[in-house]
């Protein structure tokens, strides 16, 4: 039994390594060799001692300390519409907000109509077709430059002809 005990702290130690640590090597960061002045469990009744220390004579932070969870309870933004709002009043702004909510209803019965076409295989297969897209891109922008050039000479062309012609004629 005493095994199975051990086994179910390491577990939670382990769980809790991994939510301080995450992803990171923990005995890079902090080994257990070391001989560093700051371990975490020093550090913690460190400033556990100097909160304490900032608190004494102090009459009303101990009353702040045992109503913290009264505290956590009155910020909840759940809680204070609940205290604010009557059922009635709930029951009347759902009724004003009807027709909202039965547009919204209906746009996502109009999406999850359109979920199948989303998940087609030609949606799905796009992905692969980006770089024959790209390259049609650049074709298509590289004749719209040619294109471009070409009516720019068109018009230069027509300018320098009429141009001649008039000094042909004076």
């Known amino acids: 039994m005493a095994d199975g005990n051990l086994e179910t702290v390491e577990k939670r130690i382990s769980l809790l390594e991994n939510l301080v640590f995450g992803t990171s090597e923990k005995d890079a960061l902090y080994p257990k060799d070391s001989k560093s002045k700051d371990q975490c469990i020093h550090s913690l ?3 556990h001692a100097e909160v304490k220390k900032a ?3 102090k009459k009303a932070i101990p009353k702040v300390y045992n109503r913290l969870t009264e505290l956590r309870k009155y910020l909840d ?3 204070t519409d609940e205290m604010t709002l009557s ?3 709930i029951t009347d702004i759902i009724l004003a907000e009807e027709d909202f909510l039965n547009q919204q209803a209906s746009r996502l019965e109009q999406m999850e109509g359109l ?3 989303l998940d087609s295989a030609h949606i799905k297969g796009m992905p692969s077709h ?4 790209q390259e049609l891109s650049k ?3 590289d004749q719209q430059v040619g294109l471009e050039n070409d009516n720019i000479s068109y018009l230069w062309s027509g300018i320098l002809h009429s141009s001649i012609k008039r ?3 004076r």
């Not at 980006?130 to 897209?133: E, F, I, R, V």
């Open 87 to 89: 059922n009635e009043a």
């Open 139 to 141: 074709i298509q922008i």
């Open 55 to 57: 608190t004494v004579g």
């Open 45 to 47: 009744l460190n400033a």
């Open 115 to 117: 979920k199948e076409i």
């Open 167 to 169: 000094n042909r004629i």
């Open 130 to 133: 980006s770089s024959k897209l």
């Open 77 to 79: 933004p759940g809680y």
